[in-house]
């Protein structure tokens, strides 16, 4: 098993930045693609940002140029840099590990993005 602990979340206002932290723990042995999703109210969740063990990074088309994946294996942890926010990015962010063909899923971090 392993679990996900999403960090960062808060309101800030539009142009502002803010940066998430998903950090895994149990059986982090061969975890390979982490990423993050949203959800607004009244839609479906939808891929944000992916990055593989190796580094590779998915990026959804709205988000690109604004925000930043990363991850650093020795800590098991995957970061989303969030810059230039805007009202639409509002939404409850989840952390997601794919671990030998097993989805993972983090409790959700709310992100407000309002004047």
């Known amino acids: 098993q392993v679990q996900l602990v999403e960090s960062g979340g808060g309101l800030v206002q539009p142009g502002g930045s803010l940066r998430l932290s998903c950090a895994a723990s149990?059986?982090?042995?061969?975890?390979?693609?982490m990423g993050w999703y949203r959800q607004a109210p009244g839609k479906q969740r939808e891929l944000v940002a992916a990055?593989?063990?190796?580094?590779?990074?998915t990026y959804a088309d709205s988000v690109k140029g604004r925000f930043t994946i990363s991850r650093d294996n020795a800590k098991n942890t995957v970061y989303l840099q969030m810059n230039s926010l805007k009202p639409e990015d509002t939404a409850v962010y989840y952390c997601?590990?794919?671990?030998?063909?097993?989805?993972?899923w983090g409790q959700g971090t709310q992100v407000t993005v309002s004047s």
């Open positions: 149990g059986s982090t042995f061969s975890i390979n693609a």
């Open positions: 997601k590990a794919n671990r030998q063909r097993t989805d993972y």
């Open positions: 990055i593989t063990r190796g580094g590779t990074t």
